[in-house]
């Protein structure tokens, strides 16, 4: 073999090795294809299901359910479903963006309750209307069919619910001989709120008033809009067209102004261990439900639930909103789809996963087998998710809102204008909603 | 195995002779040439050239990565935006004030780390490894682990300022400092990387040059100026560009610590790109700013190359 031929031949190797590489792509995607596209008559309907990981609880709950609906289904319907890494960023949402332009994304898909608008905006999932009955509808919670709509139609469901409440350490509140209300129309005030954390916060002891950031993305937004609601107004209007005269409104300002008035007098933590509550560093939680399932690992913490706190001129209110399942318009195989959908969010599964991580039912009826729900401290749980709760705004622009108020919120907090943080937040969502989706 | 390979090679190197002309057989190693380009070629031109061609088209376009089937054409608005967006012009000059300070700040100090342990002192290894084991850990780590050392209120850095009766500072959580801790940190993980470099680079200085120069009475300073810097100056070169390309490049640093906070003091073009295109989805608006720092990025890179090419 002269050198000639060994340099062909490494040549050779190379070319082969690249277009090995890419033939094994495109051979698989082929073959996804085919496996979707003849599915047809006599052999059982494949359904593909995206969803982001979890924690263990949750992802056991789904592996069940697909499991007992396969078993239900057998011969007619396979459902196959693709747990995605989501980590604490947005990787999952990546995933659903890069399936939208390759057109391959699956036929049932899991979508965080704000992103809705956006998804039914851009078309890439399909509305639900004509698969439920209004006496179906009727059984979900208000916020579920709140977040799920956009422009009149019922695009995605909630196969459960969430609540932001005020925990409190029971022991802190006993020496300062505070009683935390139990009943909804005697919900704390901001004032009588802050009375209670300037009492109980103690620098001495590391003790704060409150432990209230849970992360700075979107917890900012789902927690603290509730502010603005209970003063009387919103971050953007209810049709999402304007948020000039809204988040930055006399009202808006105020609600920041108590935010900001608690950070200025440091009665609580900006950058929070994530168990400052649970060790007993912090006398009162605003924190999700979710949160119940950690204070189990601390046996020394006594804690009880009350009321998210409310404007001393407005109404109690609290966040809700959650991951819901629609379907996408590329399915090929609507009526398994909806099988699927109604499977996941039934009366059953509702309750539970309810149970499984300590999270409201999205359904009225799955309330009903939780008796837990009944009686306090869940009893402060329930009456929010059925009663009082909002989801967040629905609009397409969804993404540039949560983004800039969770920015501005946190600037607010650290010392910046609240005026003009908020006056940029209206400035850059009006400008981002006229580019895009004003037609 | 070389050996022989030649061997064989002029063994048949008098028939391939006869049998092709000089300018066939210039041809034949043109193609083969070209065959052994074509692997890397098209990788760059699949992952590199094509997608940037593709940005320069988008960026004439209304692109929602959500609807890539309604590509609107709508010719400069995404330039002409660009220019009046104020967080643009907050981004570039994040930008380059990050790369204004790190650049002389990380490579001088990498320098000086590559002299100290270039020394024949026991323990030079240990050192070595130390100044260099932030550089092989994912940056990443490094931020999160950062941002509890700067904790405004228990940090480990406000513990020992306590300690020292200094106030507590509120680093990452302040307009004034956020970018400076970054800045902070960042030369702390990558100047291993320089140093490893730099260290490559003074070994490779004949130590007669040395033992000359102390004959002739020069002192330590001296020979640090007149005779490593010097010897060293292709290094310095090479360092100086791919840390600046580094540099303009920054992103996990503020995404992770601080998400261009506060008050978009930490916000970087990487970052603005990012947050435009892949959270807010407006790939259109993204790929007008990839394209504007790309021409930026040429810019500098000419300008380092002229100012290091004329002394």
Redesign the interface.
Known sequence: MNMRWMKILLAAIMAVTIIGCSSNGSGSSENQEASGGTGGSAEPVEITFWRPQADEAEDQFYQEAVKAFNEAHEGKIVLKMETVTRGNSFAYEDKINAAVASNTLPDVVALDGPNVANYAASGIIIPLDEYFTQEELDDFVPSIIQQGTYNGKFYAVGLNESSVVLFYNKKIMDEHGIVPPTEIDKAWTWDEWYDVMKRTADPDRGIFGTNMINDKGEWMTYAFEQFWISNGTDIVSEDGTKAEGYVNSEQGIEAANFLKKLADEKLFNIDPTPTEFEEGKAATKLGGTWNITGFEAYPDLEWGITYFPRSPKGQVTSPSGSWAVGISSNSKHVAEAVEVVKWLTNKENSARLAKAINVPASRKSAFESIPEYNELPMRVIKEQVTTVSHARPVTPAYPVLTQKFAEALIDIMVGADVKSSLDNVAKVYDQEYARNFAE | MNGT??G??MA?APR?HKMLSLRKRKR?EAI?GY??L??AG??ITLFLILPFGLAFVFGFT?F?????DQIEFRGLENYL?LFTDPLFYRSLYNTLYFTAIVVPVQCGLALMLALLVNQKLRLTNLFRIAYFSPVITSMTVIAILW?YLY????GLINSFLHALGIPKQ?FL???DQAMNSIILMSVWQAAGYQMMIFLAGLQGIPKELYEAASMDGANRFQQLRYITIPSLYNVIVFVLTITTIQAVKLFTQPYIMT??????TTRTLALFIY?QG?????AGYASAISVVFFIIVVLLSFLLRKLLRDR
Do not use: V
């Not at chain 2, 904790?151 to 228990?154: A, E, M, T, Y």
């Open positions: 390979m030649q064989e090679a048949s391939s034949q083969m065959s052994f074509l692997p098209l990788l209304r929602n990565l959500l609807r890539p935006f941002i904790n405004p209120n228990d509120p959580r302040s307009p998400n261009g906070g506060p008050e978009n947050q892949f959270q807010f989805r407006n």
